[in-house]
C-alpha cells in the first residue's frame, strides 16, 4: 500500500514538474512574439517613412541576428533582434522583402549622405577626430 502512495506521488511530481516547464516554454514563447511584433513595428513604421523597404536578415553570433533595412528612397538602418527566428518572424510579420546577401542590386539601393562618407574615412579626409 506504501508502494501504491509512493508511485501515485512520484507521478504526481512528474505531472508538476512537466506543467511548470511547459509553462516555462509558454512564457518563452510569449516573450519571443512580444520581441518580433515590437520589431515588425519598428520595420513597417520605416518602410512607410521611406516609402516602402527591403531587408536582409544577418546571423552576427551570440549576440543574435543583424536586421538591415533600406528604403525605396534610399535610406537605410538597421536593428538587433536577441535571435534569428525572432529576427525572421519580425520581418515576416512586417512583410517585407527579404534578400538573402546584402549583394549589388541590393546595395546599390542605399543612398549615403555627407555624414556617413566622413564617418567612415574618420579624419583622412576631415571627419570626426573620434575623440
Known amino acids: 500500500m506504501a508502494d501504491t502512495e509512493q508511485g501515485e506521488q512520484t507521478a504526481e511530481a512528474e505531472k508538476e514538474a512537466k506543467a511548470g516547464k511547459a509553462a516555462e516554454v509558454d512564457k518563452d514563447a510569449a516573450r519571443a512574439d512580444r ?6 513595428k519598428q520595420i513597417t513604421t520605416f518602410a512607410r517613412a521611406h516609402g516602402g523597404a527591403e531587408g536582409q536578415v544577418a546571423y552576427i553570433g551570440q549576440r543574435g541576428s543583424r536586421i538591415v533595412l533600406v528604403g525605396e ?18 520581418v515576416a510579420k512586417a512583410g517585407i522583402t527579404v534578400h538573402d546577401d546584402f549583394d549589388g542590386d541590393f546595395a546599390a539601393k542605399v543612398r549615403t549622405g555627407p555624414y556617413e562618407w566622413t564617418r567612415m574615412a574618420g579624419i583622412q579626409i576631415g571627419g570626426p577626430s573620434g575623440g
Open 35 to 40: 520581441k518580433a511584433a515590437k520589431l515588425a
Open 73 to 90: 528612397d534610399g535610406g537605410w538602418g538597421d536593428l538587433v533582434a536577441p535571435t534569428h527566428a525572432i529576427a525572421l518572424s519580425a
